[in-house]
Nanobody
Framework: QVQLVESGGGLVQAGGSLRLSCVAS????????MGWYRQAPGKERELVAH???????NYVDSVKGRFTISRDNAKNTVYLQMNSLKPEDTGMYYC???????????????WGQGTQVTVSS
């Protein structure tokens, strides 16, 4: 069993910052490339940023220069530092990625509860 718990969301004014955390726990054998996704009301879920095990990163154009994804492999934790937030960043944020448990099962289709980010103008 694997759990993903996202936290750190909240209500913030435009221009503000938030730091999201995603903690993976349970029978984790490997946690490779991980990503942060968001889903705005009425829209499909989109990939915001991802990070490899070796910390190579990639971002969607709309957040480049404002968001930073990082990870602590020893803690099975992935972070998303969000600066200069805009109202269009509003949405539910989820983490997800290439996780395999000790039984060899993939958890790539598993999603946590997410954390809500609301940016007011």
């Amino acid at each position: 069993q694997v759990q993903l718990v996202e936290s750190g969301g909240g209500l913030v004014q435009a221009g503000g910052s938030l730091r999201l955390s995603c903690v993976a726990s349970g029978s984790i054998f490997s946690m490779n490339t991980m990503g942060w996704y968001r889903q705005a009301p009425g829209k499909e879920r989109e990939l915001v940023a991802h990070i490899t095990y070796g910390s190579k990163t990639n971002y969607v154009d709309s957040v480049k220069g404002r968001f930073t994804i990082s990870r602590d492999n020893a803690k099975n934790t992935v972070y998303l530092q969000m600066n200069s937030l805009k109202p269009e960043d509003t949405g539910m944020y989820y983490c997800n990625g290439d996780i395999t448990d000790w039984y060899g099962s993939s958890w790539s289709d598993y999603w946590g509860q997410g954390t809500q980010v609301t940016v007011s103008s």
